[in-house]
């Protein structure tokens, strides 16, 4: 690899350290760490909700939503998910999740295809 290659992949690749990133709120209760967003409306990100968070509303998607429960539970009416869990929401699903004992979980927001 020639050091113009190398500096060519350097500017494709970016490294994140999600400790030293602070936590935004969100609602009481909750809050997040944006790793990626972009034009078209796509968001990575880390979630955080504390002990008893519930949701206040119901989730409609109308776009994929890809979670990976990263630690403590994530519950919805389907089911209580722990960690390492993979939650895959697809358009025209809903739910009102919430936590009994706190959670993380990387979630994946793709919006619907521009047409």
Sequence with gaps: MTPADAEVLQDLITYLDTDAM???PLIA???RKT???SESGRRIQLVQWDA???????????HDEFLLIVEGDFVDQ?????PGT???????SWHQPHTTTGCIFLAVICPPAER
């Design 78 to 82: 389907n089911r209580s998910c722990g």
């Design 86 to 92: 993979f939650v895959h929401n697809r358009p025209g």
């Design 35 to 37: 790793l990626h967003s």
């Design 22 to 24: 602070a936590w935004e």
């Design 52 to 62: 008893g968070f519930a949701l206040p509303y119901r989730e409609e998607h109308g």
């Design 29 to 31: 209760g909750a809050r």
